[in-house]
Nanobody, 123 residues
Framework: VQLQASGGGLVQAGGSLRLSCAAS????????MGWFRQAPGKEREFVAA????????RYDDSVKGRFSISRDNAKNTVYLQMNTLKPEDTAVYYC?????????????????WGQGTLVTVSS
């Protein structure tokens, strides 16, 4: 399985970005998907997750109401729509794929990881 994340970049505070993560080499619809991020000097943290069917989503409190995770199983792609971005959202964002059917927040639930895409939010 390979995951390719894209869509990162530089944006001003209050702006929006949409991240994409394309999967190949596996049965995409059989896996839950998650987004995690790692800010400079900090540990990687959970951002959002979506169940295999897309029927259940979960968000960290810090992004709830601003970010939205979705998936298109026909395109083997998961998205993270990020609105009202803040400087504290600056991080490398990683997509991950896990065999659980649920939208899990725990890193150990995910088996495959993408290479990360950098999001920088300027104040």
């Amino acid at each position: 399985v390979q995951l390719q994340a894209s869509g990162g970049g530089l944006v001003q505070a209050g702006g929006s970005l949409r991240l994409s993560c394309a999967a190949s080499g596996g049965t995409f619809s059989g896996f839950a998907m998650g987004w995690f991020r790692q800010a400079p000097g900090k540990e990687r943290e959970f951002v959002a997750a979506i169940s295999r069917s897309g029927g259940t989503t979960r968000y960290d409190d810090s992004v709830k109401g601003r970010f939205s995770i979705s998936r298109d199983n026909a395109k083997n792609t998961v998205y993270l729509q990020m609105n009202t971005l803040k400087p504290e959202d600056t991080a490398v964002y990683y997509c991950a794929m896990g065999a659980s059917r649920y939208a899990d927040y725990a890193e150990y639930k995910y088996d495959y990881w993408g290479q990360g895409t950098l999001v920088t939010v300027s104040s």
